[in-house]
C-alpha cells in the first residue's frame, strides 16, 4: 500500500505537466491550485491534530498480538 501511496506524488505533478505541455494552461493551474490545496489541507489537518498509532491503541487493549511488519519499505516506519 506504501507503494501505491507514494505513487501519487508523481502522478499529481505529471498531470499538470502533461496538461501544460499540451497547451492547456489555464486547465493545468487549476490542477495545480487543487493539488497544492489538498496538500496543504492534508498536512495542516493531520498536524493539528495529534494521533496515536492504531497498533499501540489496539495493543494497549491486548487485542494486537501479531507484528505486521514484513514489508523492507515499510521498516522505517517501526518504532
Known sequence: MSAFYSTF???APSAVIVL???GKKAEARE???GVILCFYTV???TSSSPRRR???TLESL??????LAA???TNFQQP
Open 43 to 45: 498536512t495542516c489537518s
Open 62 to 67: 491486548g487485542m494486537f498480538t501479531v507484528n
Open 20 to 22: 501544460w505541455a499540451s
Open 54 to 56: 492504531p497498533a499501540s
Open 71 to 73: 514489508a523492507t519499505i
Open 31 to 33: 490542477v495545480l491550485l
Open 9 to 11: 506524488f508523481m502522478i
